[in-house]
């Protein structure tokens, strides 16, 4: 009797433990060991991308509105299918300088129409005094002529080190930070295939001082970065 239920608890046990790596099995990860194909490696203007010890590190030093200076990886180049439907995203990430423009990273359909619009990323805007979005915030959206969810997240030292991430299933949208979950979505959730973004750019720099546009440049690092099923 004892032989029978060990032999059905190692059985049970392998059937979960098996279910558990199926259910999180790793389809891309980066270390930032060096520059990879894997990333279209976008940059405008004064916008660069470094790797150093194994951090990619994503700058925009300084800029005017009217031109748009970006820093951006995407998962693969625009030619390419978009891979990415009902995947989870993990990343290790911190700021410096948060005085102005926008960066975020998370899943986007790469569609510049808003009504078209598919995502679920994290967000931080700072312009203008009167932007109501200026924070830090986790969005998603399916079209927004279907409308969009956000959440504004306190609490978060963002030029510390933080394991960000993005659970998203056909039913909703999880983020979390540091393992605790932020913020779920069951409505507006994207259904559209995405890629990976992570962008630091100028927009909103219209209200932000001369002096601040040029003096404290924007940066993400990057320690590593992770796609799973």
């Known amino acids: 009797m ?6 059905i608890g190692l059985i049970s046990a392998l059937f979960f433990s ?3 790596v199926t259910a999180n099995n790793t389809i891309f990860r980066d270390d930032f060991d060096s520059k990879s194909s894997h990333w279209a490696w976008y940059s405008v203007r004064s916008g660069y991308h470094l790797i150093n010890d194994g951090i990619v590190e994503i700058t925009v030093p300084h800029a005017f509105r009217i031109c748009r200076h970006e820093s951006a990886l995407v998962t693969n180049c625009t ?4 891979p990415y439907r009902y995947n989870n995203m993990y990343a290790r990430i911190r700021f410096e300088g948060t005085l102005k423009g926008s960066r975020g990273w998370g899943f986007w359909n790469t569609v510049h129409n808003p009504f078209n ?3 679920a990323w994290l967000m931080y805007q700072k312009g203008s005094p009167l932007n109501p979005l200026n924070g830090f915030w986790v969005m998603s959206t399916d079209g927004l002529l279907k409308g969009f969810q956000l959440k504004r997240i306190k609490g978060y030292d963002l030029s510390e080190w933080h394991d960000y991430g993005i659970n998203w299933t056909e039913e909703s949208v999880s983020f979390y930070i540091d393992g605790d979950c932020v913020a779920n979505f069951t409505s507006n959730v994207p259904r559209d295939y995405c ?6 750019d100028n927009a909103f720099y219209a209200f932000i001082p001369i002096y601040q546009r040029f003096l404290f440049p924007e940066k993400i690092f990057v320690d590593w970065f992770e796609i799973t099923e």
């Open 79 to 82: 030619q390419q299918k978009q």
């Open 117 to 119: 619009y598919s995502f």
């Open 2 to 7: 004892k032989l029978k239920i060990l032999t």
């Open 195 to 200: 890629r990976i973004h992570i962008w630091n």
């Open 18 to 20: 098996s279910f558990i």
